[in-house]
């Protein structure tokens, strides 16, 4: 396994903690708002990064990077064809970004199943519908969302168990 691909698996792994985090704090709406903002302008960049030719300064690589995302943009305003594949990327990931972060949020805080699946469903069906290559994305994600809420279901089912003072039957 290369590094680039070890870095996006950790990096996962840290952005699933941190959604969970941020649900589980205590912290008001706007400052998980301000810590996923920062979150976000600080690794989103560095991941772009890795995507780029690197040189020894940072600095200009930070500004060759923005210029080159700043030219897609203004070409994309302008409804001009945009042949960065790293923007058309980056927009795709900041949209799944911004989905994991609310699902992870909502989940933890509000315990909302829907508000959970409803936005990630919205999304897989929007790339698959697109999409030229045959995939199984959506019938991977109704497994899981269905396992989720099974999941869900039983902690339910087991707090009101253990709150009722139940017993477990002794069979020995």
């Not at 708002?33 to 991941?47: C, D, E, F």
């Not at 990064?49 to 943009?73: G, K, P, Q």
């Not at 168990?161 to 017993?167: I, R, T, V």
Request: with cysteine; net charge neutral.
């Amino acid at each position: 396994m290369d590094s680039l691909s070890l870095f996006h698996a950790n990096h996962g792994i840290c952005r699933s903690y941190f959604r969970l985090a941020l649900g589980y704090s205590n912290f008001s709406r706007q400052t998980v708002i301000r810590l996923s903002v920062g979150y976000t302008l600080l690794l989103i960049p560095a991941q772009l990064l890795n995507a780029t030719e690197r040189t020894d300064w940072l600095w200009r690589d930070l500004v060759a990077l923005l210029d080159r995302l700043f030219i897609s943009l203004d070409q994309f305003i302008r409804n001009q064809p945009v042949n960065d594949p790293l923007f058309s990327f980056q927009l795709l990931r900041l949209a799944y970004w911004i989905i994991g972060l609310s699902a992870g949020y909502w989940l933890t805080r509000h315990r909302n199943f829907l508000n959970v699946v409803l936005p990630s469903a919205l999304a897989i069906l929007t790339v698959q519908a697109f999409d030229s290559v045959e995939s199984n994305m959506f019938g991977d994600w109704l497994f899981l969302s269905l396992h989720l809420c099974s999941c869900r279901a039983d902690v339910l089912s087991s707090k009101s168990f253990l709150l009722e003072k139940n017993s477990f039957p002794d069979f020995g």
